[in-house]
């Protein structure tokens, strides 16, 4: 509102009071009208986006019934965990195995003969040093030709391809010791020498060499198992693609005694994942009652009361739940087949019993009736979609009420101005009143005084 300057000086009102209330009248109708819509607006804009909400997590719980972990959910369990540890994925397929295992996968390690201490001098020139294929080469020259330096030398060289030096000292003397970091037959060891003094063949070592400097102190071997008595082989301790879909890794040899492997329907997955489900729906039941709901003691609606689009999806999700599936199995083509009911209040309910039942002996069945083409899951999440896509009803909705909130604030905004231009004209209006107020008072007040001085009949100036 625009603020005027003293008022009421020739009327003695209080004009700006006076201006304020006027206008405040004027728009008063106006403004409440336009808040009631907002606030209409606002709680249908927010029930929209609950409604959203609520399809969006049932979406979700109806689209892990079709992932992979579910519909192929496998779990592998080991009589003898400290010895074989495994693990299936989506390829697994159910079985029973025994698995010996032989051996652990070893890496290299080659150890040299007593020298007088980690200070002793070895030797100059170039060690080249190979594991699994790959060399690398470090220099030694009259700086750096100690026990110490040398291993220091391999450990630092940024060439490294996986092989570390280390020193024992012993009351004997010291020695290295040179290890590979990686398992497996082909990854053995083997360290030359070139140039320099000769001193550093006394650190080299050939594996097809009758004898060398270095002793080898450990082969690098594959690990060795037997699964139901076929011999297999793994380069590390894990054995990944013996048995389709499962992996299992030899943790300590097993002597000649075998380990039961058994791979099985991970029947608790898809339990849950089908509790979740139905939680996930009631859960849209319970927020459609509630914006839907009608209280006749104090008749307050809900906001979407009566609303067409929430009865269209809450019907097209239960016609589609209570629908078959045609290309599951006809004993199993609805959820109530399967033990998954819908109860005289609209929501899911399952019996455990008959699901764990038909699970026990259907397990497939269970899966294809949500993950077929034209299962539970793609009906489903297609009457969703309808609903909540980027062009579905929900966002046609949302864009349009969105559109009559802006409409609000912009006649909100024409009518403050309109006050505020009205506040002005009877401001100047009220103003301009009393300053003649005032100057009539002023005259008034004149005339009086000169009729007070104007000689009285009969008084003492008469003549």
Known sequence: MVGIVSSGIGSGLDIQGLVQQLVAAEGQATSQRLLVRETRFQGELSALGSLRAALDEFKTAAERLSEAEITAARSATSSDEESVRVTTDTDAVPGEYEIEIVRRATSARLTSGVFASQSAAIGTGTLTLTTGGESFSVEI??????????????????????????????????????????????????????????????????????SNPLTLSQEALDAQARVNTLDVFSATNTFDSVIDGVTFTARAATEGETVRVSVTNDTDAVKGALSTFTVAYNS????????????????????????????????????????????????????????????ENGKLNIDDARLDTILA??????????????????????????FTGSDGILETRTD????????????????????????????????????????????????????????????????
């Open 141 to 210: 020259d009259g700086e750096n030709n100690t026990l110490a330096a040398i291993r220091d030398a391999i450990n630092n060289s940024e060439d490294n391809t996986g092989i570390e030096a280390s020193i024992i000292n012993a009351a004997s003397g010291s020695v290295i010791v040179f290890s590979g970091s990686e398992t497996g037959s082909d990854a053995a060891v083997s360290i030359s020498q070139s140039g320099g003094d000769g001193g550093l063949a006394a650190l080299t070592f050939d594996p097809a060499a009758g």
């Open 284 to 343: 849209f039941v319970d927020t459609v009652n509630q914006l839907a709901a009608f209280n006749p003691d104090t008749n307050e609606a809900g906001p979407l009361q009566g609303d067409a689009t929430l009865r269209s999806v809450t019907n097209l999700l239960r016609t589609e739940l209570s629908e078959n599936t045609a290309s599951a199995a006809a004993s199993l083509d609805t959820l109530t087949e399967i033990g998954i009911s819908l109860d």
């Open 361 to 386: 002996d259907n397990f497939r069945a269970v899966q294809n009736l949500f993950s077929a083409d034209d299962g539970y899951v793609s009906r489903l999440t297609g009457v969703i979609d309808s």
């Open 400 to 463: 349009g009420i969105q559109s009559s909130i802006d409409g609000i604030a912009l006649q909100n905004e024409a009518l403050n101005q309109r006050l505020v231009n009205l506040e002005t004209r009877l401001l100047r209006q009220f103003n301009g009143l009393d300053s003649l107020l005032a100057q009539l008072n002023n005259t008034s007040n004149f005339l009086a005084a000169q009729l007070s001085n104007l000689p009285t009949p009969g008084g003492n100036n008469a003549s």
